[in-house]
């Protein structure tokens, strides 16, 4: 199975948006499990959209559905994708400031089980948070919608 994760609204290149940024060249990628420094396909914070594509693989159990991969985090039960928000150098260095957890086990079960089934979990999120700044924290439906669908 492949889980696309699709990105609108991002907050901009600064972080806070206006007035004094502390953060400035904000970018976002998907970060590797055990590997922080390790990052999918980092976007910048000002761009329209982004997508990342996560291959995965599915085990189904008595407690459900359990998704593995090199970019899935936590234990069975409580798995999830991290979104790393940074700033990146004039040397390329990505510098990690905040996280957005995309919580797996929040996804309903039919949505998670079609997925399984046709081999493709689609999130779709908006980057920015209440306050105008990178979306941070745990982040489960309705603020990420999932759906099972076919194709990359």
């Not at 399984?116 to 999130?123: E, R």
Request: charged share 20%; aromatic share 6%.
């Amino acid at each position: 199975m492949r889980i696309r994760i699709d990105a609108v609204d991002l907050p901009g290149l600064t972080c806070p948006p206006g007035g004094e940024a502390v953060y400035r060249n904000v970018h976002v990628a998907v970060q590797r499990r055990n590997r922080p420094a390790e990052l999918l396909d980092p976007q910048r914070g000002d761009a329209t959209d982004a997508t990342w594509i996560l291959e995965c693989t599915t085990v189904a159990s008595a407690a459900g559905i359990d998704v593995k991969g090199p970019y899935v985090q936590g234990r069975p039960g409580e798995r999830f994708v991290y979104l790393s928000w940074g700033t990146v150098d004039d040397a390329g260095t990505f510098t990690m400031f905040r996280r957005a957890k995309l919580m797996l086990g929040a996804v309903p079960e039919p949505v998670l089980s079609a997925a399984a089934g046709c081999g493709l979990l689609v999130g779709r999120i908006g980057l920015t948070d209440a306050c105008g700044e990178p979306l941070c924290a745990r982040v489960v439906p309705p603020r990420i919608m999932w759906s099972a669908e076919s194709g990359v």
